[in-house]
């Protein structure tokens, strides 16, 4: 979901028009109808969002973020 998300705010975008075949796509994290849309506010993918402008794989950022809040 964050992941969609990201995609989307990338392109700046809070949401995109429905698949045409939304309902077979239904999930608990993601409006599907009317809108395709993240059901979460957008503050975790912001945060993520340098990953998807810079290329970098998903999971670093995450990673980096969990290993500074252990640090701590």
Do not use: D
Not at 46 to 70: I, Q, S, T
């Amino acid at each position: 979901m964050h992941l969609v998300q990201m995609r989307m705010l990338a392109h700046g975008k809070l949401w995109t028009q429905p698949h045409e075949l939304a309902e077979f796509f239904e999930t608990f994290h993601v409006f599907v109808e009317p809108v395709y849309a993240s059901v979460y506010f957008p503050g975790t993918a912001l945060m993520y969002l340098p990953a998807v402008w810079l290329n970098l794989p998903f999971w670093l950022l995450p990673l980096l973020v969990a290993g500074g809040g252990a640090a701590m």
